[in-house]
């Protein structure tokens, strides 16, 4: 009955131990639970198990409990020593079970060798753990310090079959453990993306609002607050100086300080060629970095003759405005806090915001010179007609870019559209990468199992199949933008199929059509070949679909727009129609007006449909027509030659 008894003990711990490797996360808190079951079917006072790296030959104890010894510090990897040294290493290392008595650790102790660095058990027990592969992945030791507790040869079988079963657990918490380990890592390098995307973010936002500040109207001391204000947000500037070039007078001056020790610099205006930081600066073109050491040894060299503020300067960094390598000033922060200590990255950020502020001065100074321009010619007689020149000037500039507005437009939604399909090729790129690190580190180790292989295999395959779904979307929306893009900017006459070629205006302007209930319609032949100029098809088939959107249908109204196309002897019989919010007669009698809208202030230049009756009257030579009312939609009829080169080789 206490064999019995005994037995199912051990069952039922062997149970205790596979539901525990199943819940718990933690090696060390498995070995625990491993050791309060294990004290219930035999002496175990003293217990340890040591894990071992083979890449590294260290081992480390994750868990130690002995009444004699204090035991190694848990986790800290050390040098697996020989056989010869250490009954722990002599187990890990022969893949063998070890048992020994207190006259057995004598009996080398007389022969002059000792075996361990603890005290000499009573009885001691060791078993390897080893992986599937039969490789070592540590041991795990019982022992005893008094006669009274020793191991019968049934316990050594019962300890040598829990050794293999805690073997078995340990190989699934240390692939969760690499997992665990895998993850941490991932999510530090995505944590300092992240940052670093922020700081790009913190840094392109200041550049805007520099730029902002040149064509702000801001009086000298409110910008130069201002930019002090920029930097500020992007690192510690309570000490800011900002220098300007005079070239007329070749001098600098200090239009802005703010320093803790001074409240004025100590010369508002000096000599571009003389002894101060500022002329160093601009004479060296380079950024400077200097701490009080070689802020002194500039002192004592001659090189400076003062530098403002510098007793107790604990570190101090000073840029040049430059612009095509002409001076225009400097930027100057330091720092009296020990604790604040500026660095390469905080000087190569400053010598880049400067390079900014040069050019937002230069542009300020050109504006302040064509003001004055614009002053001088306002007093003569030629003023009006310079005004009037500069009026058409503006109004042909403004069409030009309504031309190809549509264009920048695509491009944006293109990018974004291709951004999707790349961004999941980069994600399974980055996991295929992954995997195949890991992978290669199990085939290192001779961990490689038939089921991880191909579990490897799975992955591969799913990856590719994604790149490849995906790599083919963005490719076709590539090749629509392109020949899309292309036609719209060369203005050049080809033969095109009418019908394939709307098909590919469409596909473009999808990133508008998107998220929108409106449904596009086309009624082509397939074989209608035109020899014309498929730029101005492209371009009056968006600004019909664009107005369309913009003014005939709100954001979530549902709607149908149909595009009809024939061929009528040698001229192409093209119809738009929308069932849109339509237009009244007065509207109607100004929709080819320039710049007249029905958006005006929300978007709505006015020129859209100017320019696609220019299109047609002129690049197509052809006709237009348009018929509307409220409440029932906008109808296009178009008319021209189906080859432009035929009609005009017969005039």
């Given at each position: 009955?206490?064999?019995?008894?005994?037995?199912?003990?051990?069952?039922?711990?062997?149970?205790?131990?596979?539901?525990?490797?199943t819940s718990?996360?933690?090696?060390?808190?498995f070995?625990?639970?491993?050791?309060?079951?294990?004290?219930?079917i035999?002496y175990a006072?003293?217990?340890?198990?040591?894990?071992?790296?083979?890449?590294?030959?260290?081992v480390?104890?994750?868990?130690?409990?002995?009444e004699?010894?204090?035991?190694p510090?848990?986790?800290?990897?050390v040098?697996?020593?020989?056989?010869?040294?250490?009954?722990?290493a002599?187990?890990?290392?022969?893949?063998?079970?070890?048992?020994?008595?207190?006259?057995?650790?004598?009996a080398?102790e007389?022969?002059g060798?000792?075996?361990?660095?603890?005290?000499?058990?009573?009885?001691?027990?060791g078993?390897?753990?080893?992986?599937?592969?039969?490789?070592p992945?540590?041991?795990?030791?019982i022992?005893?310090?008094?006669p009274?507790?020793?191991?019968?040869?049934e316990?050594?079988a019962?300890?040598?079959?829990?050794?293999?079963?805690?073997?078995v657990?340990?190989?699934?918490?240390?692939?969760?453990?690499?997992?665990e380990?895998?993850?941490?890592?991932r999510?530090?390098?995505?944590?300092?993306e992240v940052?670093?995307?922020?700081?790009?973010?913190?840094?392109?936002?200041?550049?805007?609002e520099?730029?902002?500040?040149?064509a702000?109207?801001l009086?000298g001391n409110a910008?130069?607050?201002?930019?002090?204000?920029?930097i500020?947000?992007?690192?510690?500037?309570?000490?800011?100086?900002?220098?300007?070039y005079?070239?007329?007078?070749?001098?600098?001056?200090?239009?802005y300080f703010?320093?803790?020790?001074?409240?004025?610099?100590?010369?508002p205006r000096?000599?571009y060629?003389?002894?101060g930081?500022?002329?160093?600066l601009?004479?060296?073109?380079q950024?400077?970095?200097?701490?009080?050491?070689?802020?002194?040894?500039?002192?004592?060299?001659?090189?400076?003759?003062?530098?403002p503020?510098?007793?107790?300067?604990?570190?101090?960094?000073?840029?040049p405005?430059?612009?095509?390598?002409q001076?225009y000033?400097?930027?100057?922060?330091?720092?009296?806090?020990?604790a604040v200590?500026?660095?390469?990255?905080?000087?190569?950020?400053?010598a880049?915001i400067?390079?900014?502020?040069?050019?937002?001065?230069?542009?300020?100074?050109?504006d302040?010179k064509?003001?004055?321009?614009?002053e001088?010619?306002?007093e003569?007689?030629?003023?009006?007609?310079?005004?009037?020149?500069?009026?058409?000037?503006a109004q042909?500039?403004?069409?030009?870019?309504?031309?190809l507005?549509?264009?920048?437009?695509?491009?944006?939604?293109?990018?974004?559209e291709?951004?999707?399909?790349?961004?999941i090729?980069?994600?399974?790129?980055?996991?295929l990468?992954?995997?195949l690190?890991?992978t290669?580190?199990?085939?290192?180790?001779?961990?490689?199992?038939?089921?991880?292989?191909?579990?490897?295999?799975?992955?591969?395959?799913?990856?590719?199949?994604?790149m490849?779904?995906n790599?083919?979307?963005?490719?076709a929306?590539?090749?629509?933008?392109?020949?899309?893009?292309?036609?719209q900017?060369?203005?050049?006459?080809?033969?095109?199929n009418?019908?394939?070629?709307?098909?590919e205006?469409l596909?473009?302007?999808?990133?508008?059509?998107?998220g929108?209930?409106i449904?596009?319609?086309?009624?082509?032949?397939?074989d209608?070949?035109?020899?014309?100029?498929?730029?101005a098809?492209?371009?009056?088939?968006?600004?019909?679909v664009?107005?369309?959107?913009?003014h005939?249908?709100?954001?979530?109204?549902?709607?149908h727009?149909?595009?009809r196309?024939?061929?009528?002897?040698?001229?192409?019989?093209?119809n738009?129609?929308?069932?849109?919010?339509?237009?009244?007669?007065?509207?109607?009698?100004?929709l080819?007006?320039?710049?007249?809208?029905?958006?005006?202030g929300?978007?709505?230049?006015?020129?859209?449909?100017h320019?696609?009756?220019?299109?047609?009257?002129?690049?197509l030579g052809?006709?237009?027509?348009?018929?509307?009312?409220?409440?029932q939609?906008?109808r296009?009829?178009l008319?021209?030659?189906?080859?432009?080169?035929?009609?005009?080789?017969?005039?």
């Amino acid at each position: 009955m206490e064999r019995l008894d005994r037995l199912e003990a051990v069952q039922s711990m062997l149970l205790e131990i596979g539901q525990t490797s199943t819940s718990c996360s933690d090696i060390t808190e498995f070995i625990r639970g491993v050791h309060r079951a294990l004290g219930r079917i035999m002496y175990a006072a003293n217990f340890y198990v040591a894990l071992s790296d083979r890449d590294e030959g260290t081992v480390r104890f994750v868990y130690f409990v002995d009444e004699s010894d204090e035991g190694p510090v848990l986790n800290q990897p050390v040098r697996l020593a020989s056989p010869d040294e250490s009954p722990t290493a002599w187990v890990i290392l022969n893949r063998q079970s070890l048992t020994m008595t207190a006259e057995d650790f004598h009996a080398r102790e007389r022969s002059g060798s000792r075996f361990g660095a603890g005290s000499a058990a009573e009885h001691w027990i060791g078993c390897p753990l080893l992986d599937q592969q039969h490789l070592p992945l540590g041991a795990i030791v019982i022992q005893s310090y008094t006669p009274e507790h020793t191991y019968s040869d049934e316990d050594q079988a019962l300890f040598a079959v829990i050794a293999n079963h805690v073997s078995v657990a340990l190989q699934s918490l240390q692939s969760m453990d690499r997992l665990e380990r895998a993850v941490q890592e991932r999510t530090a390098r995505l944590a300092h993306e992240v940052a670093e995307r922020r700081r790009a973010e913190q840094v392109q936002r200041a550049l805007y609002e520099i730029a902002n500040l040149s064509a702000g109207a801001l009086d000298g001391n409110a910008l130069m607050a201002s930019l002090h204000g920029i930097i500020g947000r992007l690192m510690v500037a309570e000490n800011f100086m900002i220098g300007l070039y005079h070239p007329e007078t070749q001098e600098i001056s200090i239009p802005y300080f703010v320093n803790q020790k001074q409240a004025t610099p100590p010369e508002p205006r000096f000599p571009y060629d003389g002894k101060g930081m500022c002329s160093y600066l601009l004479s060296s073109k380079q950024p400077q970095l200097h701490d009080a050491g070689s802020l002194a040894r500039l002192l004592s060299s001659g090189q400076v003759a003062e530098i403002p503020g510098s007793t107790g300067i604990a570190s101090w960094m000073g840029a040049p405005m430059l612009v095509h390598d002409q001076p225009y000033g400097v930027l100057v922060v330091q720092s009296y806090d020990p604790a604040v200590v500026y660095g390469k990255a905080d000087l190569d950020l400053l010598a880049f915001i400067a390079s900014h502020v040069a050019v937002a001065i230069a542009r300020m100074q050109a504006d302040r010179k064509i003001r004055k321009t614009k002053e001088l010619l306002e007093e003569q007689n030629a003023a009006l007609n310079t005004a009037l020149t500069q009026l058409q000037q503006a109004q042909g500039e403004l069409v030009r870019q309504e031309k190809l507005a549509s264009l920048g437009e695509l491009v944006a939604g293109v990018a974004h559209e291709i951004n999707t399909p790349l961004g999941i090729c980069v994600t399974a790129t980055s996991h295929l990468v992954e995997e195949l690190r890991l992978t290669r580190e199990e085939l290192a180790a001779g961990e490689m199992t038939e089921d991880s292989l191909n579990s490897f295999f799975d992955i591969v395959d799913q990856s590719l199949r994604i790149m490849t779904t995906n790599t083919q979307r963005a490719a076709a929306l590539v090749r629509s933008f392109k020949q899309v893009a292309v036609d719209q900017s060369s203005g050049d006459i080809r033969s095109f199929n009418l019908r394939a070629y709307l098909n590919e205006v469409l596909l473009s302007l999808q990133p508008k059509l998107k998220g929108r209930p409106i449904k596009v319609e086309v009624d082509c032949p397939p074989d209608l070949v035109m020899n014309s100029y498929p730029g101005a098809v492209s371009q009056i088939v968006t600004n019909m679909v664009v107005n369309s959107l913009v003014h005939g249908f709100e954001r979530d109204q549902p709607g149908h727009i149909a595009i009809r196309a024939a061929l009528e002897g040698n001229t192409v019989a093209f119809n738009y129609t929308d069932d849109g919010a339509g237009m009244d007669k007065e509207s109607l009698d100004k929709l080819f007006d320039p710049f007249f809208t029905t958006k005006r202030g929300s978007g709505g230049s006015g020129l859209g449909a100017h320019i696609l009756f220019n299109l047609v009257t002129g690049a197509l030579g052809g006709t237009v027509q348009v018929d509307s009312a409220p409440g029932q939609g906008l109808r296009y009829s178009l008319s021209f030659p189906r080859s432009v080169r035929v009609e005009k080789l017969a005039a």
